[in-house]
């Protein structure tokens, strides 16, 4: 069964008809061409397909494409400027954060999103006092991308980004 | 995949009727779990009916005081709600350790309620699984067994319910709100989630159709101090091999309230009344922690994969009782 939806992927609007199987990551690659979110595990664990849906990160292969009709989706290749690259991919650049790349996209949109969920004071799972401001220290940085794994292992240096990005 | 039909009614009752007319049809909100499911080829609807835009996202104060949670509200706003984080502690810390950022995003609140057991028997199409097709038999009973349920379990099933969220408001004592085909309910938490018996292939006492349409938090002054702690094989990203959720007042070194439930021990949440009784009126120290803890476990049947559930129960209840109770003379 198909349906025909209309989503903003990196600025740009994209019209498609999908068969409502398809995934949102299968959406955004096979069909859009935009091959930025990877299919690692395709089963919510790795991480490496998230992406920043209406601002937020999600992993973009356990959602149907046709649920998310007139959608603003940003995926790491949408995040850089005309030129220059967005400051937390600057920052996994500065700081050797990744080895062979495949995760990386991922791991850049889920800071960008982390960052922004931090800055609003949401508390996680090693935050002491759940009333008091977020400081992002590295086991707070740990523990809000445990959802993004690295197989190349490169956590020491993804975390010293992020560290950075976020100053 | 099998095929389905995508549908997104913009009301409640017409998504009831729709699910309700086709056996095989399903809600759908976050996707987080049925996605996956359709994935693995261990659920198969023939039509999602999208309830994510038409049920609540709100967060709202009741005038008698309780908390009305839309069943649409994501994991991650509730669990920075400014109300849960300073009057349910419980609830924010259990939510925040479950899942992922980016799976807490979409997760619902109901969809958290209806999540299916992660028995890696459950999940693998190749194997025997009474709860995903009745009468073919339990791997998981001769199978691996470190996640196996020890308290509840039935020869036909040992699963284990993998939310922390449930366990959270199964303590409090939530309430759910169901809108069914023929009209609304209210279940009392630890209702819904039920024990596996001989038919293994029912979570819960809904019927094909029932929506969750909010989760009410009753107002508990009690509340304000709890706290839930989660033992798990990786220090993130991990279902429970057991967790507790507890609240606690101590008055003079006695203990005047208390609510504690497990997760990771049984097919549903559990509400550990036989510890609270025992708690109840008695010293706050770690003895009657740990004694209140055993006498809960007393039923306890294990096998070699799991058995270190037990002292393991035993020992995060008690820690987690006596770090609400420092905080409470400090």
């Keep these: 069964m198909e349906a025909t939806i ?49 601002g937020r990160r999600v992993v973009s292969c356990l959602t149907f494409a046709v649920a998310h009709d007139g959608a603003t989706v940003t995926t790491a290749a949408g995040l850089a400027g005309e030129d220059q ?25 889920s800071a960008v999103g982390m960052l922004e969920e931090a800055g609003a004071d949401w508390p996680s799972h090693v935050t002491e006092d759940l009333r008091a401001p977020v400081t992002l220290d590295d086991a707070e940085i740990r523990e809000r991308m445990s959802g993004n794994l690295c197989r190349c292992g490169a956590y020491v240096n993804i975390v010293a980004a992020i560290r950075e990005a976020s100053r | 995949m099998k095929p389905f039909a995508y549908t997104r009614p913009a009301e409640a009752a017409d998504a009831v009727a729709e699910v309700a007319a086709n056996p095989d049809a399903a809600y759908i909100g976050g996707g987080t779990n049925l996605v996956d499911h ?44 400014p109300e849960i984080r300073e009057h349910y502690p419980v609830l924010s810390q259990a939510l925040l350790a479950g899942a992922s950022g980016q799976l807490r995003n979409a997760a619902t609140t109901g969809g958290n309620l209806l999540q299916r057991t992660r028995c890696v028997y459950f999940q693998n199409r190749a194997m025997p699984c009474n709860k995903r097709e009745p009468g073919t038999g339990c791997a998981a009973i001769e199978g691996y067994g470190r996640y196996n349920a020890v308290l509840g379990a039935s020869e036909h099933c040992v699963a284990t319910h993998p939310s922390d969220m449930a366990v959270a408001l199964t303590a409090l004592g939530a309430q759910v709100r169901v809108l069914g085909p023929s009209g609304e309910r209210t279940i009392d938490l ?23 349409t909010a ?56 509400r550990a009344h036989r510890a609270e009784e025992e708690l109840r009126g008695g010293p706050a120290t770690e003895e009657a922690f740990r004694d209140a803890a055993r006498a809960e476990l007393a039923d306890a049947e294990t096998g070699p994969g799991n058995a270190f559930k037990v002292p393991m129960a035993v020992n995060t209840l008690a820690a ?8 409470e003379t400090s």
């Design chain 1, 6 to 54: 209309t989503l903003h992927v990196d600025g740009e609007k994209r019209e498609l008809t999908v068969d409502t199987r398809t995934t949102l990551l299968d959406a955004l690659r096979d069909r859009l061409g935009n091959t930025s979110p990877k299919k690692g595990c395709d089963h919510g664990q790795c991480g490496s397909c998230t992406v920043l849906l209406e």
């Design chain 1, 85 to 109: 690259l967005h400051p937390v991919a600057r920052a996994f650049v500065d700081h050797d954060g990744f080895q062979c790349g495949y995760c990386t996209p991922g791991q850049v949109c």
């Design chain 2, 38 to 81: 359709m994935k693995l080829g261990i659920a198969e609807p023939t039509s999602l009916v999208d309830v994510r835009d038409l049920l609540s996202h709100r967060v709202e104060k009741l005038p008698d005081g309780r908390i009305r949670v839309g069943a649409a509200v994501p994991n991650s706003d509730l669990a920075a709600h």
């Design chain 2, 190 to 212: 630890p209702g819904l989630h039920r024990l596996p018996g001989d038919t293994p292939q029912r979570d819960t006492i809904l019927e094909h159709g029932d929506l969750i």
């Design chain 2, 215 to 270: 989760v009410d938090l009753p107002r508990l002054p009690l509340a304000a101090r709890s706290a839930y702690r989660k033992v798990r094989d990786r220090a993130s990203y991990a279902f429970a091999l057991v967790s507790v959720a507890a609240a606690l007042r101590v008055v003079d070194g006695t203990v005047e309230d208390v609510r504690v439930a497990f997760g990771g021990l049984a097919h549903a949440p559990w």
């Design chain 2, 320 to 327: 987690t009782l006596r770090d609400l109770s420092t905080e």
